[in-house]
Structures are given as C-alpha cells and as structure tokens.
C-alpha cells in the first residue's frame, strides 16, 4: 500500500473548451507532495501554491491541469493488461477526417488496433465517417477523444494550424502520440518541449517515407558504401494540384498549405535520414501560379506555392557538403512522379516510386534492388502509392513496439528506432522556413533551430525602443 495517498471523486468534470459531465474516480500517489500523514488541506498548499495571488482564470486552468493528471494517473493503475493476456495493443483515437485518416483506420484494424473514438471538424463530418469505418465513438470536441477512457495512442492528421494544440495537450495527460507536422517553428518547439517532458510516451511524426522498404535499403546500401562518398542528392515530386475542393487551409501558406510544407517538409526529413545529416544552408524559389480556379475565386485566392524549387547543403563544409536539389511541381496532370537519387564517387541509387534501383560506376545498366509488391489495401486517388505503403509499414512498426511491452501504455523503442522524433519535426520546420525566406530575399540562409521559444511580445519591444530613441 502506498504510504500518502488522495482519493479525489470528480461527480462533474469542467475543462475550458468544452463542459461535459464525467464520473470518475482517481487515486493518486502524492508523495513527491507532502508527507506521509498530511491532511488535504496541507497538500492543496503545496499543489496549489499561492493561489491568492492566482486570478480566477488562472485558477481554473490550474486545477483543471491538476485533475487531467490525477485522471491519467488514474488510468494508468486501473487499465493495465494482466499478464498473458491476448491483446496488449493500445486503443487509437484518431484525429481527422481526410484521405490519410480514411487508409489509417482500416490498416490500423489489419493489424489488430481498435479505433475506438473519431474526431472530426464537425459532427455531421465525424459521424458519416464513423459509420463509414465502424467506429463506435465520434465527435467534433477534441477532450472527449483524449478523454476517452479505452484510447491510449492518438494518431493527429489534421491541419498543422491544430496539430501542436492536441499533440501536447495529449502529453499532458499520458498519450501515446502519432502526429503530422505543425504549422510554424514556434509550435513545433512547443511540440518538443512537451515530448522532453513525457519521454516515456511514444512522440513521433507521421513521415511514413522512412518506413517505404525503398528507401530502408537504400539507407543500408548507403551505409554499406554502395555509392562510395555520397555527393548529390536529386529529387523530383511532380502531381496535380494539393487545394481542396473548397477553400480551406490547403490554399493558406501561413496555415501550412503549400506543396513546400506538406510534401516538402516529408522530402527534407528523408534526405536527413538517408545521408545521416542536416541541412546548414539552404536556397530556394517558390511559386503560385495558380492563384484562383472555377471553386476558388471572388475575394479569395490561394497563397500557398505550387511550384517550388530549393537546394541544400548538407553535413560538412566547403567541398565536404552534400549537395542537394529538389523540385515540387503540382501542376502537372497525369501519373504522380516520385523519384529520389542519391550519387556518390562510384555509383547511384534511384528509388522511383516504390522501386529501388542502383548502378555503380562501369556498369551498363540499372539493377532491380527492390522490386513493387503492389498495394493490396484501400485505394486512395489522393494519396500517392509511397506513401501508402509507408503507412502500412509505419503502423506494423507500430504493432510490433507496443506488442513487446506487457502494458498497453508502454512500447519498445526498436521497432520505430528510424521514425522521426518530434525534434527532427522541429529541424524539417526550421529548413522549411529557411527556404521560405530564402525565396523573399533571393539569398542564401543559413538553418538555425532555436533552443528557446522566443519572446511572442519581442518585435512590439523593439519596435518601443526604436520609437523611444
């Protein structure tokens, strides 16, 4: 038994955003608290500090805070898998209603997960996909998914303007994250900060190109040298238009729309994992040209680029770089082109949507190194074969992590060793704002990842200083 314990019973449960009733109880180790013997009221003090000085904002925020953590601690005793049971994966609560969401949750199912809540922008949107997939639980309050009692993994695919919201919100309270990228820099650090505080909670990101068999093997033979010392990395991305058929986040680039943001932000994090370095400088041009069509037109016009072109430099200094170029081009009709080269002093890999191919130096021809296997799964117009397949190996990496733990909470860190953390999110965002500026000033920039969130109120302080002087 433990020595100091509380018993907190919470007949009716308020959180800012939403107010809905729950019934739970919660028994919660406060030794780090006070010591053993102390009344509540000598441990309010010391959760509670100060609270005279505390607003009654500021107040509710605290103790809802409070509560949310006594819940999850909650949880975490009272759902446990006994030993030897069947089934030790966790349930999934997904976030999202798109194209991704639509292949996530029948995969997921394939591979023995139960989706047991849907979230959705709107509750008409969240219900009819719901139905669609057969999942018993659906909403458009992001607390009711987070909340609920059988979800211990969260997989986040909605827009990147939402994305650090639920994603650090779900830390908090002892989820399991799998997320797509956030909006900014900023929201992406905030993003590493929570995962820093909760390391042992699963926080990756939702680039499923690592887990492309392609580009596994092209990362070995790289390791094993079959390109000798990597020089250039080429790629090419080419497709029809990313908008939505309204106006959405999609025509936004502040809000993450772009062909730079979603689908170069997933290249720049590949060329780090397959060469084992990071960008240090970086040049490029973006481009919209096609700024309003027969649904988006009036008062409106897209912002986000189609076209974009950048090069990075990568590793070393001087000579020792790595040289790198990619070129995105969502105007173009017909088959979706995806090809990623990597040359070095004595051969080439190419991977050419889900094949790999290599020719060394001397040789006459390309040599199949990893053939197509086909995609046997739910067929997506809008979703590129890659990262079809990418997906289905991310979430059997998924099932093989938490299978290899006794609690549905707890995972292996083998099986997702290659997935992207949320600090490489952070050094993808940082690259991608680089070359955003890069294309403003037409210079080269240089990728600097902050260490410290910065000061939200720093250009009006500057901006007093200079009017002062």
């Given at each position: 038994m433990m020595n100091s314990r509380m018993l907190f019973y919470f007949q009716r449960f308020s959180m800012s955003g939403s107010r809905h009733s729950i019934a739970v109880a919660a028994e919660v180790t406060i030794?780090?608290?006070?010591?053993?013997?102390?009344?509540?009221?000598?441990?309010a003090d010391v959760v509670l500090p100060n609270t005279a000085k505390i607003n009654s904002?500021?107040?509710?925020?605290?103790?809802?805070?409070?509560?949310?953590?006594?819940?999850?601690?909650?949880?975490?005793?009272?759902?446990?898998?006994?030993?030897?049971?069947?089934?030790?994966?966790?349930?999934?609560?997904?976030?999202?209603?798109?194209?991704?969401?639509?292949?996530?949750?029948?995969?997921?199912?394939?591979?023995?997960?139960?989706?047991?809540?849907?979230?959705?922008?709107?509750?008409?949107?969240?219900?009819?996909?719901?139905?669609?997939l057969g999942i018993p639980f659906h909403t458009s309050r992001s607390d009711d998914v987070l909340l609920h009692q059988d979800v211990d993994l969260v997989c986040i695919y909605i827009p990147p303007s939402m994305t650090r919201q639920i994603a650090v919100k779900a830390l908090g309270i002892g989820k399991n994250v799998v997320c797509e990228k956030a909006a900014t820099a900023v929201d992406s650090f905030k993003m590493v900060t929570a995962a820093r505080y909760y390391p042992q909670l699963l926080?990756?990101?939702?680039?499923?190109?690592?887990?492309?068999?392609?580009?596994?093997?092209?990362?070995?033979?790289?390791?094993?040298?079959?390109?000798?010392?990597?020089?250039?990395?080429?790629?090419?991305?080419?497709?029809?238009?990313?908008?939505?058929?309204?106006?959405?986040?999609?025509?936004?680039?502040?809000?993450?729309?772009?062909?730079?943001?979603?689908?170069?932000?997933?290249?720049?994090?590949?060329?780090?994992?397959?060469?084992?370095?990071?960008?240090?400088r970086v040049h490029g041009l973006l481009r919209t040209f096609v700024q309003q069509n027969g649904l988006i037109r009036g008062i409106r016009r897209v912002t986000s680029d189609d076209f974009c072109f950048f090069q990075m430099l990568m590793g070393g200094t001087g000579s020792s770089s790595v040289c790198c170029t990619v070129t995105l081009n969502f105007n173009m009709p017909g088959s979706f082109v995806h090809e990623v080269m990597v040359v070095g002093s004595t051969g080439r890999l190419i991977a050419r949507g889900t094949e790999l191919y290599g020719q060394r130096n001397g040789s006459k021809s390309e040599e199949l190194l990893v053939g197509d296997n086909g995609w046997v799964g739910p067929e997506v117009k809008e979703m590129p074969l890659p990262l079809l397949q990418g997906l289905s190996s991310m979430?059997?990496?998924?099932?093989?992590?938490?299978?290899?733990?006794?609690?549905?909470?707890?995972?292996?860190?083998?099986?997702?060793?290659?997935?992207?953390?949320?600090?490489?999110g952070l050094y993808v965002q940082t690259v991608v704002e680089a070359v955003k500026r890069s294309s403003s000033s037409g210079e080269w920039e240089c990728v600097e990842i902050m260490s410290q969130e910065p000061d939200p109120n720093q250009n009006l302080c500057e901006a007093l200083k200079r009017n002062k002087n």
């Amino acid at each position: 038994m433990m020595n100091s314990r509380m018993l907190f019973y919470f007949q009716r449960f308020s959180m800012s955003g939403s107010r809905h009733s729950i019934a739970v109880a919660a028994e919660v180790t406060i030794s780090n608290w006070a010591a053993p013997g102390s009344s509540p009221s000598d441990v309010a003090d010391v959760v509670l500090p100060n609270t005279a000085k505390i607003n009654s904002t500021g107040l509710e925020k605290l103790v809802d805070d409070l509560l949310l953590r006594c819940w999850s601690d909650w949880r975490w005793f009272t759902h446990r898998v006994p030993l030897g049971s069947s089934t030790m994966l966790p349930g999934v609560g997904v976030f999202g209603t798109g194209s991704t969401a639509r292949v996530l949750v029948p995969l997921l199912k394939a591979e023995g997960f139960e989706v047991h809540a849907l979230w959705g922008r709107s509750e008409e949107e969240a219900c009819c996909l719901a139905k669609e997939l057969g999942i018993p639980f659906h909403t458009s309050r992001s607390d009711d998914v987070l909340l609920h009692q059988d979800v211990d993994l969260v997989c986040i695919y909605i827009p990147p303007s939402m994305t650090r919201q639920i994603a650090v919100k779900a830390l908090g309270i002892g989820k399991n994250v799998v997320c797509e990228k956030a909006a900014t820099a900023v929201d992406s650090f905030k993003m590493v900060t929570a995962a820093r505080y909760y390391p042992q909670l699963l926080s990756i990101m939702g680039n499923t190109l690592r887990f492309l068999p392609a580009f596994v093997a092209m990362r070995q033979l790289l390791v094993e040298g079959y390109v000798g010392e990597l020089q250039v990395c080429d790629v090419r991305v080419y497709g029809p238009s990313l908008l939505d058929q309204s106006y959405g986040w999609t025509c936004e680039e502040l809000m993450g729309g772009g062909g730079l943001h979603t689908v170069g932000s997933a290249i720049i994090d590949l060329l780090s994992y397959l060469s084992g370095t990071r960008a240090h400088r970086v040049h490029g041009l973006l481009r919209t040209f096609v700024q309003q069509n027969g649904l988006i037109r009036g008062i409106r016009r897209v912002t986000s680029d189609d076209f974009c072109f950048f090069q990075m430099l990568m590793g070393g200094t001087g000579s020792s770089s790595v040289c790198c170029t990619v070129t995105l081009n969502f105007n173009m009709p017909g088959s979706f082109v995806h090809e990623v080269m990597v040359v070095g002093s004595t051969g080439r890999l190419i991977a050419r949507g889900t094949e790999l191919y290599g020719q060394r130096n001397g040789s006459k021809s390309e040599e199949l190194l990893v053939g197509d296997n086909g995609w046997v799964g739910p067929e997506v117009k809008e979703m590129p074969l890659p990262l079809l397949q990418g997906l289905s190996s991310m979430v059997k990496a998924l099932r093989q992590s938490f299978q290899a733990k006794e609690e549905r909470r707890c995972w292996a860190r083998g099986p997702v060793a290659t997935a992207p953390t949320f600090e490489d999110g952070l050094y993808v965002q940082t690259v991608v704002e680089a070359v955003k500026r890069s294309s403003s000033s037409g210079e080269w920039e240089c990728v600097e990842i902050m260490s410290q969130e910065p000061d939200p109120n720093q250009n009006l302080c500057e901006a007093l200083k200079r009017n002062k002087n």
